[in-house]
């Protein structure tokens, strides 16, 4: 019964159906498609999806309010906390832009004045700590500042302390010591530049109308190097500013930076336009530093020459 059903002309007539289906333009046009086209579709497809379900959400969930205001902006600037965390974020930024240049000066000055030929293996070894994560490193450093860290331990054996200290993470201080030796490639770099550009014969005339090594620096090369020092300074400070995942780990309540409470805004307090008045005010802030800075030492160039 079951041969005369496969051999009956409705089976039959069904079969073709199936074979000339599969071997019509459309079924074998699909099966060209790529894993690669399909990928790239979805992506385009995706986000479209999440603009109209987010559209939904607002329109059916939410209520935006569209008045024009600078009311967030007075709350930026006026509120004691949000007043408070900026003016720590700038003590903290330019802190560990004094300290990161204090540590990279030296650095760079050995390698342009006596690297020799070995220079580029030099900054080959700076940049060694980058091949970790910037995640891994502040958690490192969470690790070293401990209760029962390394610095703690490292201390009381050699009787400096008699019990560890809780001084040392969960503050301002762990967040620039973390945040100096994050960013201290990054102060090298231009200050090594800098001094490279430095013309020797300068030096070295210097030396010969009696100047000793210490003055020739102070009177050549330090003031030839200092646009390379504000380079690094400004590539120090303009980040660390706004950094947000050091104070979250290290930092602790005394700790918090502004970038910590535009998160909160953006976050758990779901209020978008204070925390972008945040934003922008803290740009605008690091924004006047920064051409400050740049006039300053335009002028300082302009009454040397």
């Known amino acids: ?22 071997q019509s333009e459309p079924v074998q046009g699909f099966a060209l498609i790529s894993p690669t086209f ?11 999806l999440v603009v109209i379900a987010h559209s939904f959400w607002t329109q059916n969930y939410l209520t935006i309010d569209r008045t ?47 690297g020799g030929r070995h220079k580029s293996l030099w900054l080959f070894l700076i940049t060694i700590p980058f091949w970790t994560s910037y995640l891994l490193r502040v958690m490192s450093w969470k690790v070293i500042l401990g209760y029962n860290g390394v610095l703690n331990s490292g201390l009381m054996g050699l009787g400096i302390i008699d019990e560890p200290s809780t001084a040392l993470l969960y503050n301002s201080t762990a967040v620039i010591i973390t945040l100096t030796h994050a960013w201290a490639a990054f102060a090298i770099l231009p200050i090594f530049v800098s001094l490279e550009k430095v013309d020797r014969t300068l030096v070295e005339a210097a030396k ?9 620096f102070l009177r050549v090369t330090l003031p030839l190097s200092v646009p390379g020092i504000i380079s690094a300074a400004l590539i120090v400070m303009i980040p660390t500013v706004g950094d947000y995942v050091t ?14 409470a535009i998160q909160a805004q953006f976050g758990k307090a779901s209020n978008w336009p204070l925390g972008a008045a945040l934003s922008v005010t803290t740009m605008l802030i690091v924004t006047l530093i920064a051409g400050t800075m740049v006039l300053i030492i335009r002028a300082a160039q302009r009454l040397a020459r």
Request: hydrophobic share 50%; no cysteine; aromatic share 12%.
């Open 38 to 48: 399909l990928y790239a579709l979805i992506l385009l497809v995706l986000p479209i």
């Open 1 to 22: 019964m079951t041969a005369a059903a496969e051999g009956s002309p409705a089976r039959r007539m069904t079969r073709a159906r199936r074979n000339a289906l599969l």
């Open 208 to 216: 010969d109308l009696g100047d000793g090594p210490l003055r020739s």
């Open 247 to 260: 104070p979250k780990l290290v930092g602790g309540k005394d700790g918090v930076m502004i970038a910590n």
């Open 68 to 114: 024009f205001t600078l009311e967030n902006y007075r709350i930026a600037l006026t509120e004691p906390i949000y007043r408070d965390l900026l003016w720590r974020s700038l003590y903290i930024s330019l802190m560990v832009s004094f300290f990161t240049v204090v540590l990279a000066y030296p650095i760079a000055y050995f390698i342009s004045f006596h």
